[in-house]
């Protein structure tokens, strides 16, 4: 199939979900996930309607961007693990940073985007699992991120976002999806001028109709678009 027809089917899939959930399809962002695929197939989507790119890797985002036609119009997201000396490669491009895991990370973001004059949308990345490989911040870590974050002047917290673990059951990923739900729901009288918990950035490829049911408004989608990596 084509990535032009990958997307169609995803779409339907999305809308599926969202009739199942009693939801508007139009309260979900696809985010198609274009890691290690070249720049042709970003513009490719583009062409299909596809506006929202993520990419994981910072050298990668930089070096690939700028090959990529389309650019301009379409809303970049970085959505893989961020090192501190890194976000100099992301900085300018990216609408949303959905991988913040540190007060470190949240400090440098906020200090370049204040030399480049931009507010940096970002989500905190939450590893609800408890799984020891995953990147991400405990839910009991958050509340003290967010007393960070209403601090800075150039950074705004959206949301959440998670990422179930490799080989989880069904249950057991509807479960973590609820849990950042509720956890987003617990954290708002944390909300403030530059802090609100509007958006839930969960489900990829397996799992992206079980987050639509527990209320993701992003779903990051690759290899249902692209094909295998
Ligand atoms: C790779 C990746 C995705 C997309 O994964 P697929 O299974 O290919 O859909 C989504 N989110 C993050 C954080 C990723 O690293």
């Known amino acids: 199939m084509s990535i032009r027809e990958q997307i169609t089917e995803v779409r339907e899939r999305i809308e599926a ?20 695929k070249p720049a042709e197939m970003i ?30 119009e379409i809303h970049w997201h970085f959505i893989g693990h961020l090192q501190t000396n890194k976000v100099k490669y992301v900085i300018d491009r990216a609408e949303y940073i959905h991988s ?17 004059d931009k507010v940096q949308q970002v989500l905190l990345e939450v590893n ?26 150039h950074v705004k917290v959206g949301g959440l976002m998670t990422m179930a673990p490799f080989g989880a059951n069904e249950s057991e990923i509807r479960r973590i999806f609820q849990n950042l739900r509720r956890l987003s729901i617990d954290l ?24 639509i049911l527990e209320g993701a408004n992003f779903v990051r989608v690759g290899s249902a678009i692209y094909g295998k990596r």
């Open 100 to 116: 913040v895991d540190s007060e470190r990370l949240l400090q440098e973001i906020d200090r370049l985007a204040e030399k480049r």
């Open 188 to 211: 708002k009288p944390f909300c403030c001028n530059n802090i609100d918990m509007n958006i839930l950035s969960m489900g990829m490829s397996n799992d992206f109709e079980l987050a």
């Open 43 to 72: 513009d490719e989507a583009a062409e299909a309607g596809l506006l929202h790119a993520g990419e994981n890797y910072a050298t990668e985002f930089r070096d690939k961007v700028p090959l990529v036609r389309h650019r301009d």
């Open 17 to 36: 979900a969202c009739r199942k959930a009693g939801r508007s399809a139009e309260e979900v962002t696809l985010i198609g996930v274009s890691k290690t």
């Open 128 to 153: 609800i699992s408890g799984e020891l490989s995953k990147n991400g911040l405990s839910a009991r870590e958050v509340p003290f991120l967010l007393e960070k974050a209403a601090e800075l002047s």
